[in-house]
């Protein structure tokens, strides 16, 4: 059996401003 | 169409968690998230596998026809490539990613 597809996709975020 | 060979950066590290995979970039300290169908496409991408090649793979895995996968995949590399963590080319790609595609 095939597994569900989804559209590949990436998010992403700058560390330094996460680490507010 | 002329194909396209895409391979993984060495500025990087990456680890798999939960069927995604995180990616932190060395050059600017980006961290990067990729659901599990562009997981396969990162982790198929050595410098030497034509893209269409891994989109072949996607469609023996995921529920997906083989044009809408190769559309999909094109739009993510077009998408990913600008970040600096993926490398596109039309030819095959050497010694970009020497490790794993998950690195410690």
């Known amino acids: 059996a095939k597994k569900p597809y989804r559209k590949p996709e990436f998010r992403f975020e700058k560390v330094f401003e996460t680490l507010l | ?104």
């Open chain 2, 1 to 104: 169409m002329s194909d396209r060979y895409i391979a993984r950066s060495s500025a990087i590290a990456a680890r798999m968690l939960g069927g995604e995979m995180m990616i932190m970039s060395s050059v600017d300290s980006t961290f990067y998230t990729l659901n599990e169908v562009a997981t396969v496409i990162w982790q198929a991408a050595d410098g030497r596998t034509p893209l269409s090649e891994i989109v072949s793979a996607l469609v023996s895995q995921f529920e997906v026809e083989p044009e809408v996968a190769l559309r999909d995949a094109q739009q993510f590399v077009d998408d990913l490539s600008p970040h600096g963590i993926l490398l596109v080319s039309d030819h095959p790609i050497a010694d970009s990613s020497p490790r794993s595609a998950e690195t410690a």
